[in-house]
């Protein structure tokens, strides 16, 4: 069983910031592109970003552009989503995925291993 490990969610003010981890065993991390999905409540689940293994390519949906960044950190196999002047509609639970390639990412059909997710709740 993979486990994919989110933490760093909590409440913030809209305008505020949030820095997600995403910590993934090495096997996984070394091998696979890693990405961002988030649900938030009443809506079917949605990509948030993604990155290549080796960290060069990110994909950024557009509604997140400019104000999200992914990035990792291979030596510490750990993902993370900087999350900066956050909304309230960035509400939702954020989940960690590891998939084949950026590419695959872009959709939940591309995810190969979930984490369970954290809660990012941002108010007015």
Same mark, same amino acid.
Not at 15 to 29: D, E, M, V
Not at 44 to 65: L, P
Not at 73 to 85: I, W
């Given at each position: 069983?993979?486990?994919?490990?989110?933490?760093?969610?909590?409440?913030?003010?809209?305008?505020?910031?949030?820095?997600?981890?995403?910590?993934?065993?090495? %096997?996984?991390?070394?091998? /696979?592109?890693?990405?961002?999905? #988030?649900?938030?409540?009443?809506?079917? #689940?949605?990509?948030?970003?993604?990155?290549?293994?080796?960290?060069?390519?990110?994909?950024?949906? !557009?509604?997140?552009?400019? #104000?999200?960044?992914?990035?990792? !950190? @291979?030596?510490? @196999?750990?993902? /993370?989503?900087?999350? @900066?002047?956050?909304?309230?509609? !960035?509400?939702?639970?954020?989940?960690?995925?590891?998939?084949?390639?950026?590419? %695959?990412?872009?959709?939940?059909?591309?995810? !190969?291993?979930?984490?369970?997710?954290?809660?990012?709740?941002?108010?007015?």
């Amino acid at each position: 069983q993979v486990q994919l490990v989110e933490s760093g969610g909590g409440l913030v003010q809209a305008g505020g910031s949030l820095r997600l981890s995403c910590a993934a065993p090495g %096997r996984i991390f070394s091998s /696979y592109a890693m990405g961002w999905f #988030r649900q938030a409540p009443g809506k079917e #689940r949605e990509f948030v970003a993604a990155i290549a293994w080796r960290g060069g390519r990110t994909q950024h949906a !557009d509604s997140v552009k400019g #104000r999200f960044t992914i990035s990792r !950190d @291979n030596a510490k @196999n750990t993902l /993370y989503l900087g999350m @900066n002047s956050l909304k309230p509609e !960035d509400t939702a639970v954020y989940y960690c995925a590891a998939g084949a390639s950026t590419g %695959r990412l872009s959709s939940q059909s591309g995810v !190969d291993y979930w984490g369970k997710g954290t809660l990012v709740t941002v108010s007015s």
